[in-house]
């Protein structure tokens, strides 16, 4: 099985919350976020879906994404990766060689 490095982002409408995170294995990972017993921050909510997934490079650039989203500390800009490919074009340019 070939692993790809991604940065994830689930929504629940029931908090109106997002997470963001990193995998080098979305599959197991979001399996991971089903189970209350191995679940922190998401089990605050049973309605988690995968909103949007950027596949990285490296682990370093998908690391990097991740921080620059929580950073942006935004929902507006969580909504515009969607609205907006070229948002995620850029993210995938500026730390392509991290």
Known sequence: M???PCV???QSKQLNRFY???SSNI????EFHKHPDTRKFT???KDWILYYKIDCTT??????????IKRM??????????KHPEIT???LEKYRDC
């Open 2 to 4: 070939i692993m790809i």
């Open 89 to 91: 074009t850029k993210l």
């Open 43 to 45: 089990s605050n909510a």
């Open 27 to 30: 599959g197991l990972r979001l």
């Open 20 to 22: 963001i995170g990193y």
């Open 59 to 68: 682990k370093s650039q998908a690391l990097a994404i991740e921080t620059h």
């Open 8 to 10: 994830y982002i689930l």
């Open 73 to 82: 500390k935004s929902k507006v800009y969580i909504v515009n990766l969607i």
